[in-house]
């Protein structure tokens, strides 16, 4: 059972990522999935939530309308695309179904 996230990278202010979330083990279509982040210092923080089949999505104030989380279930895969990014983005970006954590992906905003 285990969630392999990948994607992650350095990129310019301004640039897109897209992070990937790997799934295996487990009924992937039975469990809502998440992506968190944490920066240096700061608490883990939600970033996005999608349902099941993917009908009821939540982002964070701080990333509506800059990033989409989306799911496939045939390919047990959460994606995280992320476009326009800013410095205040760069943090590990964690995958999560309940009870489980991804070993996460770096995601550093510098020019």
């Known amino acids: 059972v285990q969630l392999v996230e990948s994607g992650g990278g350095l990129v310019q202010p301004g640039g897109s990522l897209r992070l990937s979330c790997a799934a295996s083990?487990?009924?992937?279509?039975?469990?809502?999935m998440s992506w968190y982040r944490q920066a240096p210092g700061k608490e883990r923080e939600l970033v996005a939530g999608?349902?099941?089949?993917?009908?009821?999505?939540n982002y964070a104030d701080s990333v509506k309308g800059r990033f989409t989380i989306s799911r496939d279930n045939a390919k047990n895969t959460v994606y995280l695309q992320m476009n326009s990014l800013k410095p205040e983005d760069t943090a590990v970006y964690y995958c999560?179904?309940?009870?489980?954590w991804g070993q996460g992906t770096q995601v550093t905003v510098s020019s």
């Open positions: 999608i349902s099941r089949a993917g009908g009821n999505i």
């Open positions: 083990g487990f009924t992937f279509s039975s469990f809502a």
């Open positions: 999560y179904a309940p009870g489980l």
